[in-house]
């Protein structure tokens, strides 16, 4: 067992930025296999399968609480986003490296059992005691970086897709935290643009509102393209095209109207042009900028 502790106490080095080809030669891994496999193959009452599972899984804990979240701690916005995202990939190759001292249990234990794999398990520790307390302020970090990206398209999409990919692979083949993901995105994106239109509509002539439209719908479809699955971009499209030249604008081109005729101003009529660029789909749309 001591052995075995000194092992891993070496292996959570990763986590302080260590690279594995420094910490163990090829005979000292060895050794740690070799300990595990002993350990796990004598007759009961000297067999600790049991007992080594256990030892796994409170080294992942411990590495967590002791190095993942201390790293985590005050940080907020973009440089959450990026230290979520470092700690998880250094994380992954900690476990993959730990778990090779345990291989033998996956092999003999996990499946006799029916227990989570070693892998599975360093996923579920993660999402346990790193997701369900900060999961909601990298979702709200993501949302905003990916709205200041439309105000001035700062270089942050490989971070966005770094955190997409990070809300795949903690779901371990589940898809809760990308689809809560990918709603919180459409749900910003329609409030974002149905902010836009009504100043649009007080400075721009109608065939410039609907070239800006346009734009917009490219812009969206290269930015979103470069982190989110397609089927997430054609929502997100569906979604800009309502507010931006769908029924919700031409709602807001109506009683924008209506008040201008109020006022005795008849000059545009802002829905005849809407009303036309309503029917046409996304791909006309993009094809005619």
């Known amino acids: 067992m001591s052995i075995l502790q000194e092992g891993i106490s070496k292996a959570m080095l990763i986590l302080d930025g ?43 804990e411990e590495s967590i609480t002791s190095r993942v979240m201390p790293a985590l701690k005050d940080k907020s916005q973009i440089t959450l986003l990026y230290e979520v995202w470092n700690m998880w990939t250094k994380y992954k190759v900690m476990s993959k490296f730990l778990g090779g001292f345990f291989l033998y249990l996956d092999r003999h234990f996990t499946e006799d059992r029916n227990t989570a794999s070693l892998n599975e398990l360093s996923i579920c520790c993660f999402r346990d005691l790193v997701f369900s307390e900060l999961y909601p302020k990298i979702l709200e970090a993501a949302i905003s970086l990916i ?33 809560n993901f990918e709603t919180a995105i459409l749900a910003s994106s329609a409030n974002y643009y149905n902010r836009l239109f009504p100043q649009w509509l007080l400075y721009y002539p109608p065939i410039d509102i609907f070239m800006k439209a346009q734009n917009c719908l490219n812009q969206e479809k290269d930015r979103a393209s470069q982190f989110l ?24 081109a109506k009683l924008y109207e209506k008040q201008k ?10 829905q005849e042009v809407l009303s036309g660029c309503a029917g046409l789909n996304l791909g006309e749309g993009s094809s005619r900028v």
């Open 147 to 179: 709205n200041q990206d439309r105000e001035d398209n700062s270089d942050c999409r490989d971070l966005l897709k770094n955190v997409s990919t990070l809300f795949i692979e903690i779901g371990s083949g589940k898809m809760h935290y990308y689809d």
């Open 261 to 270: 005729t109020e006022c005795g101003d008849c000059s545009i009529q802002y």
């Open 18 to 60: 260590y690279p594995t080809g420094s910490l163990f030669t090829c005979e000292e891994y060895m050794k740690l296999y070799d300990c595990v496999y002993h350990m796990c193959v004598q007759q009961p009452p000297y067999e600790y399968c049991a007992e080594l599972y256990e030892i796994f899984k409170k080294a992942l």
């Open 229 to 252: 699955h397609q089927t997430s971009v054609e929502k997100l499209l569906q979604v800009v095209h309502e507010q931006l030249l769908g029924q919700t604008a031409l709602d807001q």
